[in-house]
């Protein structure tokens, strides 16, 4: 399994998608966050935070993540190594967690260079240092957990075919509905009582409590329990080529 977590590590790294991907997140957030006057901008917020990063990223990633996730499996789909891999000795499941560990750590190196903005914020606030870091600490977790659900999904999207532009659109679709479809039928009121229920359904809903700072142990078995259903749909597809 570490054998196929560094090959999947390495390919990324070898390849301009990797490089691509991080730049192309970082250059986003920083001309939104410093330079262009948006509602983003942090000079023209008012005030010494990192909110409109996490306002952002979530958006950010709706495209990037899909676009690390869709060669994952779509690739060996159509190279037809899949079934090589699929004959080594590891399960289905390290198979998909070597791949999703790899992922997510992409995402993670991706988020690293974005200290810099926090330290930029702490440095330049009035007084030094007049930023929430328990609030911010608790959006990076959120922004973690989020990444995490964005690339179960991105997995499973690349398991069921073996065109990766397939894998890309079908990604942002299911993300994209993870994360607004719920709020956007909870705004129309159609149920009533369990507006709030299927509200809470959404992805959104409860990054936006853990970008507060607030660490509920039911946003963390949301997102725990979101991955781990994207990671058991995705070892049925690989399954279903057995049948």
């Given at each position: 399994m570490y054998t196929l977590?560094?090959?999947?590590?390495s390919?990324?790294?070898?390849?301009?998608?990797?490089?691509?991907?991080?730049i192309v997140f970082l250059l986003i957030n920083?001309?939104?966050l410093w330079v262009f006057p948006t509602e983003f901008n942090i000079p023209d917020f008012g005030y010494a935070t990192l909110e409109p990063l996490f306002l952002l990223?979530?958006?950010?990633?709706?495209?990037?993540?899909p676009a690390i996730t869709m060669r994952m499996f779509a690739e060996e789909n159509k190279a037809g190594t899949i079934e090589i891999l699929l004959t080594q000795p590891l399960s289905d499941l390290q198979i998909i967690f070597a791949?999703?560990?790899?992922?997510?750590?992409?995402?993670?190196i991706s988020l690293i260079p974005t200290f810099v903005f926090l330290i930029s914020v702490y440095i330049y606030g009035f007084p030094t240092g007049n930023i929430d870091l328990g609030s911010t600490w608790g959006s990076y977790i959120g922004l973690v957990f989020l990444s995490s659900a964005f690339v179960g999904i991105g997995l499973f999207a690349s398991s069921i075919?073996?065109?990766?532009?397939?894998?890309?659109?079908?990604?942002?679709?299911?993300?994209?509905?993870?994360?607004?479809?719920?709020?956007?039928?909870?705004?129309f009121d159609l149920f009533g009582s369990f507006d709030l229920f299927i509200k809470n359904l959404g992805i959104n809903a409860h990054y936006s409590s853990m970008s507060r700072g607030v660490i509920d142990t039911r946003d963390i078995i949301y997102f725990v329990s979101f991955t781990a259903i994207s990671i058991l749909l995705t070892k049925l597809s690989l399954e279903s080529r057995k049948w």
């Amino acid at each position: 399994m570490y054998t196929l977590f560094k090959k999947e590590i390495s390919s990324f790294l070898n390849s301009l998608i990797g490089y691509i991907v991080i730049i192309v997140f970082l250059l986003i957030n920083s001309l939104f966050l410093w330079v262009f006057p948006t509602e983003f901008n942090i000079p023209d917020f008012g005030y010494a935070t990192l909110e409109p990063l996490f306002l952002l990223a979530p958006f950010v990633f709706l495209f990037l993540i899909p676009a690390i996730t869709m060669r994952m499996f779509a690739e060996e789909n159509k190279a037809g190594t899949i079934e090589i891999l699929l004959t080594q000795p590891l399960s289905d499941l390290q198979i998909i967690f070597a791949k999703y560990l790899a992922g997510l750590s992409l995402v993670f190196i991706s988020l690293i260079p974005t200290f810099v903005f926090l330290i930029s914020v702490y440095i330049y606030g009035f007084p030094t240092g007049n930023i929430d870091l328990g609030s911010t600490w608790g959006s990076y977790i959120g922004l973690v957990f989020l990444s995490s659900a964005f690339v179960g999904i991105g997995l499973f999207a690349s398991s069921i075919t073996d065109n990766q532009i397939v894998a890309f659109i079908i990604a942002i679709v299911i993300t994209a509905f993870s994360y607004l479809g719920f709020e956007i039928i909870y705004s129309f009121d159609l149920f009533g009582s369990f507006d709030l229920f299927i509200k809470n359904l959404g992805i959104n809903a409860h990054y936006s409590s853990m970008s507060r700072g607030v660490i509920d142990t039911r946003d963390i078995i949301y997102f725990v329990s979101f991955t781990a259903i994207s990671i058991l749909l995705t070892k049925l597809s690989l399954e279903s080529r057995k049948w």
